[in-house]
T-cell receptor, first 116, second 114 residues
């Protein structure tokens, strides 16, 4: 199956700093990528949908100025958590859409962010 | 908007027993349905999916699910579970329109003991 990678797999940062998470589709071009957030022992909540070359569409309640998403190419999307605070600590998972016959979403392994 | 309800937050079972994890969705339009498994500190792995055709879908690791349109359900079953099936299971739904995102249920923790 198609492969989606995320980097870093985990990151610890100080409160007030910014953290960038990369999501790459390794063997296919993804016109659409999705970013999810998962708190411990909870479900995945869709944060935003990002289309290559255009602004991301954020879900209600997600601060677009805090969670900056850039989908600069067909294989790379980045999520930058700006001025991170402890409440931003979470598991962030990206997903890339493979627009084949079954229009499948492939998930990355996730990035665990801990803000001290 | 789509929503998914997983009726059981935790399901404890003994090894080799059958199990059913329940999932209901709310939608009046055509949907695609999925089940994912997540092991501790890992990403999601697709178990199976329903796109169209036969309502009984077989997936990996011996799991299967049945799509029931009238009851808007997509319950996951396995006739005999193993210790290694202990994990978090998520049901997800999306519209059959191209480019829409998966919406997840809250998850069911399956705990298999000997």
């Amino acid at each position: 199956g198609a492969v989606v990678s995320q980097h870093p797999s985990w990151v610890i940062c100080k409160s007030g700093t910014s953290v960038k998470i990369e999501c790459r589709s390794l063997d296919f071009q993804a016109t659409t990528m999705f970013w999810y957030r998962q708190f411990p022992k909870q479900s995945l909540m869709l944060m935003a949908t990002s289309n290559e070359g255009s602004k991301a569409t954020y879900e209600q309640g997600v601060e677009k100025d805090k969670f900056l998403i850039n989908h600069a190419s067909l294989t790379l999307s980045t999520l930058t958590v700006t001025s991170a605070h402890p409440e931003d600590s979470s598991f962030y998972i990206c997903s890339a859409r493979f627009a084949g016959p079954t229009d499948t979403q492939y998930f990355g392994p996730g990035t665990r962010l801990t803000v001290l | 908007a789509q929503s998914v309800t997983q009726l059981d937050s935790q399901v404890p079972v003994f090894e080799e027993a059958p199990v059913e994890l329940r999932c209901n969705y709310s939608s009046s339009v055509s949907v695609y349905l999925f089940w994912y498994v997540q092991y501790p500190n890992q990403g999601l792995q697709l178990l199976l999916k329903y796109l169209s055709g036969s309502t009984l879908v077989k997936g990996i690791n011996g799991f299967e699910a049945e799509f029931n349109k009238s009851q808007t359900s997509f319950h996951l079953r396995k006739p005999s579970v193993h210790i290694s099936d202990t994990a978090e299971y998520f049901c997800a739904v999306r519209d059959n329109q191209a480019g829409t995102a998966l919406i997840f249920g809250k998850g069911t923790t399956l705990s298999v003991s000997s």
